[in-house]
Every structure is written in C-alpha cells, then in structure tokens.
C-alpha cells in the first residue's frame, strides 16, 4: 500500500497533532530520537498556532509543506521553511520531517523528500537541517539525497543526564 503526498491543508491539523504527540512518545522512550530543543510536548493550542502559521508561510511562498496520508491517516510531514524571509537569508531553507515508527521503511520519507525538494528547487539555493549525530539511518537518507555535514554541534543537547551531539547538514540546489 503506497501513501499519498500531498500539500497539508487546515482539517490536517488533528491527524498532524497526534503524529507529533506519537513523535514525543516516541522520543521520551529513546531520548536519542528527535532532533527537538522543546523535549516537552506542546499544548495543543501552541501547536494549532504553529500549525496555522506554518500554513500561512505555506501561502506566502515561504514555506512548503507535505503531509503523506495512509488509509485516511496522516503518518508523515515534511516542511521546509525559509531562514528568515525578506533578509540577506531568504535563500536558505529549513528542512525537516518526520514519518510515524509504524510506517518507517515503506519509502514514505522518501518520497515526502523527493516532493519537497522537487518543490524547494524553484523557490530555495540551499537547504539546511539539523539531525542528532547518533542518528545514522536519518544521516544516510539525507545524503542519499545528496546532504552533506558542514558542522558537528558537540554536546548540543543534554537529556537524561546523556549529551547528544548535533550535525548540521546542507543541501545545494542550484
């Protein structure tokens, strides 16, 4: 069974609500998982205003974002959004995604990959993201997409008494 990809819209947001809270779940039982400065999980009220801003970024061109449905379930998102629009830095994206443990392996993530830069081609030069540095399934994903690491961030994240180094990663489009 293959996921469809397509454009996130308003009624999303319940479906994209709890694929984040199984993210916070997820992560609050691998510490290692998720890339997430904020290892509290957000009130819904704080992720309907990130949900409703990030769609208006969608509409003013500066973000893009895809969600990949499975049996009427949203089970993946992918966004990216620009640096800082209007500055010196509107030509860099910032990418990220994420795809539920359950459907992990099926190509969903690749798939949202390959629309967002198909996309991000005619509105980005670069792309950046974020990855802990202990994750090696994400990092080979990302470079099989041809992200390369321009920096490691050593001990960027304590939790649970555990440091978490953190690699920065780019993506040059043109």
Same mark, same amino acid.
């Given at each position: 069974m293959e996921a469809k990809i397509r454009r996130a819209k308003n009624p999303d947001f319940k479906e994209v609500l709890g694929l984040n809270r199984r993210m916070y779940a997820e992560a609050r039982k691998d510490p290692k998982f998720g890339d997430y400065l904020f290892f509290k999980q957000p009130s819904k009220q704080k992720m309907q205003r990130w949900f409703n801003t990030l769609l208006k970024d969608v509409r003013s061109?500066?973000?893009?974002?895809?969600?990949?449905e499975l049996n009427g379930h949203i089970v993946g998102q992918c966004f990216i959004r620009r640096d800082t629009p209007g500055s010196e830095?509107?030509? @860099?994206?910032?990418?990220?995604?994420?795809?539920?443990?359950? #459907? *992990?392996?099926? =190509?969903?993530?690749?798939?949202?990959?390959?629309?967002?830069?198909?996309?991000?081609?005619?509105?980005?030069?670069?792309?950046?993201?974020? @990855?802990?540095?202990?994750?090696?399934?994400?990092?080979?994903? #990302? *470079?099989?997409? =041809?992200?390369?690491t321009f920096g490691i961030a050593p001990k960027f994240v304590k939790r649970n008494r555990v440091y978490l180094d953190r690699d920065y990663m780019y993506l040059n489009l043109r």
């Open positions: 061109n500066n973000a893009i974002y895809y969600v990949a830095l509107s030509h @860099v994206g910032i990418f990220s995604i994420l795809v539920d443990k359950n #459907y *992990r392996n099926m =190509g969903i993530g690749s798939s949202l990959i390959e629309s967002a830069i198909k996309t991000a081609r005619d509105n980005y030069e670069i792309l950046h993201l974020r @990855v802990f540095s202990s994750n090696s399934r994400a990092k080979r994903l #990302y *470079r099989r997409y =041809g992200f390369r």
